[in-house]
């Protein structure tokens, strides 16, 4: 089939790469010049496992091309997939404006039928709007349908060959049969397609994602609470998990969650209800909670050091909002970070996939290693913002030698504490007894 992705970013690519990996022919539009010239010159412009060797096999087989022109893209997909940003706008909504400002042009170009796709996040309505802004400007026949995307950064290539469910909303017969023919290659293992009206789809997206966000967060309130009473965070996330209707997963306390996704879609949902006189009460607790929870170590660290943190080194391993990405949009690492330098303390980073874009942020404010204990050099203490893999084995002995001090503070409970105290370290943790 003949596809067209509006926005490149991390949806848009891994979705026009994925879909050209089942011979559609993909072209894909960004407005970033710089972004489709690197691409064009084979460049894959994120970091995201698996997405390079797939990226350069459909380039080669002609089937995944790259244009600055609207026009182009539109000309070429029957079906043609929105995969703009939808920013957290300033009263906490989500900014339309990508989105709508595109309908608006697509409004003015079409030419004949074509499935307009909405995959970015959005709230419930918007189906409606971009159908009645492109209307604006055209008699030509066309469709409007909601297909959120539900893919993990880290994980979006698998996510999106092996999706656990499609959501599609949309009420035309017509788009339905194309939408499902589209898809067909990557249910053939029995994952359903559901079928939905728009505005239902919209909402799926908010609920899924506010629901996760809540799950992490009750979790890390759990585990607060676990450090005043003296419970193990450890063993309550095993005896809950366990209960086949909480399940294993999202129970893993730590300092927040961040990401392009949950902070503003949870806010966005928050703010969706207040349209609606709907007072969406535990969503303003979440927003809330993860809040601190970015910083909650702040207070431990400083107490360690007896309430002045200003001179000292600190080590940061971990800077994407999470691992096996190099995004870091709202990462609990940049609120620690500014915090830290605040205080006047010295930070010294590594991160496998993220330190060219924190250095984006904080310039030469901070510094970074060429490797995790190159950071760790002379460093008053190590702060672990993110659960990189390379982080859960270090060499002890090769960090201890490195470390001014053996002092670790955990943001992401990679150790076990009585292993740490064996090894002689001062460990901090989140919701287990502190190692001192
Ligand atoms: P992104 O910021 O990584 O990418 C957006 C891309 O759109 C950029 O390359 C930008 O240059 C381009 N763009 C902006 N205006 C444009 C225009 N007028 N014409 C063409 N291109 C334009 O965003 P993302 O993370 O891919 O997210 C896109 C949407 O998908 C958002 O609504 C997001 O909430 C949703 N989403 C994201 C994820 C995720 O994990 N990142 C997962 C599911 C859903």
Redesign the pocket.
Known sequence: MKVAV?????????TGTCLAETGNEVVC????EQ?VESMKNGMV??YEPHLDVLFHRNIKAGRLTFT?S?EDGLEHGEIVFL?????EGEDGS?DLK??L??AD?IGRLLRDYKVIVD????PVGTAEKVRNVISENTNVEFDVVSN??????GF?VDDFLKPERIVVGSTSERAIKLMKKLYRPYVRSGNPILIMDEKSAELT?YAA?SFLATKITFMNEIANFCERVGADVDMVRRGMGTDSRIGKRFLFPGIGYG???FP??VKALHKSGGESNYDFAILEAVIKVNQSQKTILLPKMKNHFNGRLKGKKIAVWGLAFKPE?D?I?EAPALYMIEELLDEGAIVQAYDPEAMDNVQKVFGDRIYFGKSMYEAAEDADALLICTEWSIFRTPDFTKLEGKLKGPIIFDGRNLYDTEDLQNLGFTYYSIGRKDIV
């Open positions: 509006i926005g490149t970013g991390y949806v848009g690519l891994v539009v960004d407005i970033d972004k412009p994120i600055t609207l995969a703009l940003p939808t920013p989500a990508y989105v400002g595109v042009e995959k970015s996040t959005v959120p995307e539900f893919l993990r950064e979006a997206k994602n990401g392009s996704c503003k879609d990405t995004d949009r």
